[in-house]
């Protein structure tokens, strides 16, 4: 995850570890790395992302219908690290 002008922050997940990646997981790394009062996610249409929708102001964009900028939303600033 990538703050807008800011600091990056990665973590590594990998088939090996038989741990699936999911709304779950994903909130776990969100939850301690953002402060859920401020931040607005801007993520791809990844299914593990759409329950943010209802704890957390979060914009998506549609990368199977070939869709890379939705209004605010992009992931460029992320695919670019």
């Known amino acids: 995850m990538i703050e807008r002008g800011g600091k990056v922050r990665t973590e590594h997940h990998s088939k090996k570890d038989n741990k ?4 779950k997981s994903l909130r776990d790394i969100v939850l301690k790395n953002v402060d859920m009062f401020s931040t607005t996610l ?6 593990g992302y759409k329950p943010f ?3 957390i102001p979060h914009h998506t ?4 219908r070939k869709e890379y900028i939705n209004g605010i939303a ?3 600033t992320i695919e670019s690290f």
């Open 20 to 23: 699936k990646l999911n709304f």
């Open 42 to 47: 801007m993520t791809d249409d990844f299914k």
């Open 53 to 55: 929708k209802a704890i």
């Open 61 to 64: 964009v549609n990368h199977s």
């Open 74 to 76: 992009h992931t460029k």
